[in-house]
């Protein structure tokens, strides 16, 4: 009978190759699934090369830092979870992170900052809020952050490392030479409530002294305040002012 079994070879190579077409075409159309709704620990966004470009965690998850396509390690975001924004690099671009939670006795413990890095260094912009049973806080920070062939992040590392290494009296001095060379990040403008119950705006030099204040006191009361270098008031403007 080599007539049928050619007729059964031929039609098992038809199948074969249907099936195939069929497999083929499924996975071009499982590209674009649709869900309602997806549970998951992590989700890692990446580029067609495998650059991540984003990360949406959990805290059992939580990536370490990005620095040009490497990941390091990161023990201090294990209590949070959140998203990491990567650029085209490979490079940490700043991220959400948030937790919040109540102890056995009773302790409060809760946090959200958003944060917008520059190029290869730290936070530029930061949108903080904390709670806790003793106080809450809600803030917006805008730093000038050194560029980062000046001063890196393994730079900033290394300069810890150094004033750890120096005898205790020495240290203050040596962070303010960084901080006149322009090697640290410096918070610039700080809006927020203060822990009095009252909301400010600071304004700070390049050292990141406070030279301006915009206040208004828990009691409703309007002052303005402009401060030298050391620190102390030189004027303030209140609605008694002449």
Known sequence: MPQLKTFFAGAATMASALAAVVLLTGAREDRHPQFDE?????????????????????????????????????????????????????????????????????????????????????????????????????????????YFQHASMDDIKRYGEQARQLPESEREAYWQKLNREGRLSVNRIWLGNTRDKGSALQLKDAQGRVRMMLIVGADGAPEIRMLDETGKITRAITPASP
């Open 38 to 146: 997806i549970t998951v620990g992590r989700i890692n966004i990446v580029e067609p090369d495998g650059t991540k470009r984003l990360v949406i965690s959990n805290r059992a998850q939580f990536p370490g830092d990005f620095m040009q396509g490497k990941e390091g390690a990161r023990p201090d975001r294990r209590s949070f979870a959140g998203m990491i924004f990567v650029n085209e690099e490979g490079t940490e671009n700043g991220g959400l992170i948030q937790k919040g939670s109540i102890s056995e006795d009773g302790k409060v413990s809760s946090g959200l900052s958003l944060t917008f890095d520059r190029f290869r260094q730290d936070q530029a912009l930061q949108l903080l809020n904390t709670d806790s049973a003793t106080a809450q806080q809600t803030a917006i920070k805008i730093n000038d952050v050194p």
